[in-house]
Structure formats: structure tokens, C-alpha cells
């Protein structure tokens, strides 16, 4: 048999719960695949708050819960990030070697694609984040 929650409890775990819903409904605008993420944590969002109108009880547990699944899918969202051109954000594909390919340029974050649209500039002015990169060497 399980102890009823006091109140102080009650209210403490309905705060957590709340501000992982606001940590899972907030965003940046700028992640490359925002309306799919945006979409997939709303329906997080709405399964923990419905258990939690439907089982008061676990309240606390769908805040952990939650919690859970917003580190575990923003450490997915990371490695995504990781393997696709930081330009065109599209995914490496390591098997398309052409000179233009999808493929990853050497050891940069950006794909042949990009590298080879860049050098082909003719503009004056061209300025871009392949051939310009931030002062100290870094990719942005």
C-alpha cells in the first residue's frame, strides 16, 4: 500500500512536472529540424500531463519520466546534428564519393556539395561559413 502524497509534496512534484513541459514545449527556432522535434515532444508532453489528470499519484514519476526523454532525445537530436553539413543540413552519406557529392569534406562540417558550390563562387563579395571561417581557425 502506498503513502498519500502530502501536500507539499503534491505541489512540489506538479512544479517539476510543469517545468518539464515548459522544457519540453521550448525550442530554439534555429535546430534545423524544429517542427518535427517540436511535434514529438508536445506528444510527450501530453501523455505525461494526461496520466497525471487521470493517476495524481504519479506525478513526480511522469516529471522523471519526461525528463528522461527530452535528455535522451536531445542526445539524438546532437548526434544528428553531428553528421549532416552544417550548411545545407542535409546528412552525410559517406558512399557518394563524387566530387560534389554528400559525402563529408575531409575533416570539415560540410559536405563536397557545398565545398564545391562555394569554390565555384564567381561573386566579388562571396562570403559564406566554408570559405570564411570565424576568426581562430574554428568551424561555426
Known amino acids: 500500500m ?5 501536500a507539499s509534496t503534491e505541489a512540489r512534484d506538479l512544479r ?3 517545468e518539464a513541459v515548459r522544457d519540453a514545449l521550448t525550442l530554439d ?3 534545423p529540424d524544429h517542427d518535427e522535434r517540436l511535434k514529438e515532444r508536445a506528444g510527450l508532453a501530453q501523455v505525461v ?3 497525471g489528470l487521470d493517476v495524481p499519484d504519479r506525478i513526480g514519476w511522469n516529471a522523471d519520466w519526461l525528463r528522461h526523454k527530452l ?3 536531445e542526445t539524438e537530436a ?3 546534428a553531428k553528421n549532416r553539413c552544417r550548411r545545407c543540413h542535409r546528412p552525410f552519406d559517406p558512399a557518394d564519393t563524387r566530387h560534389d557529392g554528400q559525402a563529408r569534406h575531409r ?3 560540410w559536405c563536397r556539395w557545398c ?3 562555394c569554390h565555384e563562387s564567381t561573386d566579388f563579395a562571396h562570403a559564406c561559413p566554408v570559405c570564411d571561417p570565424p576568426r581562430g581557425g574554428e568551424a561555426k
Do not use: I, M, Q
Open 2 to 6: 502506498t503513502k498519500k502524497p502530502t
Open 16 to 18: 517539476a512536472l510543469l
Open 29 to 31: 527556432y534555429g535546430v
Open 49 to 51: 500531463l494526461r496520466d
Open 71 to 73: 535528455t535522451a532525445e
Open 78 to 80: 546532437a548526434e544528428r
Open 107 to 109: 575533416e570539415t562540417p
Open 115 to 117: 565545398v564545391d558550390r
